[in-house]
């Protein structure tokens, strides 16, 4: 596979549920970035890893908690989420966190909560 | 915050010109981003001006003015494909992104 893939690329679940998006990049990228995009809203960036260690987080709520084991691999694991947090949940790479790369996206998780 | 500003939607006719607007209100300037995002998809890089002037890329073309905080997505010769949402982003002082909230653009025949 090439590029910025994510998996599932749609999910339901419950408040009550606890869930995991995975991210990989095969790129060879060292910066890896959650977003999230609303309806009708500017993208949202919620966490920053680069060379794998967290270098940003956008006071997201502590339901919301990634994971990089590697810098191919970026999850966000998802507990105890609220209606509100329905929304895509976009996966980026760049080749590195600061300087002028472009950051490349991928097709993003669909995550509905009821 | 970051503020940056572009219209919600633009319809304009295949085969035509469409200028989306963006202008932007940020700590620090290190660049900006135009990203294409078809319905359901990714976004996808289409151009990069950290220096004032036009950067052209086929059909399409993207210009900045520092000094104004304004930059401009310009699309000719309109195809049905290029029915999208464009997004504007510009890189402040520290290198983080922020993004306006887009421009749907419909192409009709």
């Known amino acids: 596979e090439t590029g910025v893939t994510q998996t599932p690329r749609h999910l339901v679940m419950g408040m009550t549920n606890k869930k995991s998006l995975k991210c990989e990049q095969h790129?060879?990228?060292?910066?890896m970035y959650w977003y999230k995009q609303s309806a009708k809203k500017p993208l949202e960036l919620m966490f920053v890893?680069?060379?794998?260690?967290?270098?940003e987080n956008n006071s997201v709520p502590s339901r919301f908690s990634p994971e990089c084991p590697n810098s191919s691999h970026l999850f966000l694991h998802l507990h105890t989420l609220q209606p509100e947090d329905s929304a895509l949940y976009l996966c980026?790479?760049?080749?590195?966190?600061?300087?002028?790369?472009?950051?490349?996206f991928g097709p993003g998780t669909r995550l509905t909560v009821t | 915050g970051q503020n940056i500003d572009q219209p919600t939607e633009m319809t304009a006719t295949e085969g035509a010109i469409v200028q989306i607007n963006c202008t932007y209100q940020?700590?620090?300037?290190?660049?900006l981003f135009w990203y294409q995002q078809h319905a359901g998809e990714a976004p996808t890089f289409l151009s990069y001006?950290?220096?004032?002037g036009l950067e052209e890329k086929g059909r399409f073309s993207s210009f900045l003015s520092r000094s104004k905080g304004y930059s401009y997505l310009l699309l000719k010769e309109l195809q049905m494909k290029d029915s999208a949402s464009y997004l504007c982003?510009?890189?402040?002082?520290?290198?983080?992104?922020?993004f306006g909230a887009g421009t749907t653009v419909t192409v009709r025949a």
């Open positions: 982003a510009v890189r402040d002082q520290d290198y983080k992104l922020s």
């Open positions: 001006n950290v220096l004032d």
């Open positions: 790129l060879g990228h060292n910066a």
């Open positions: 980026a790479s760049s080749q590195d966190e600061g300087g002028y790369y472009e950051q490349y």
């Open positions: 940020t700590s620090g300037f290190n660049g």
């Open positions: 890893y680069s060379l794998e260690e967290r270098v």
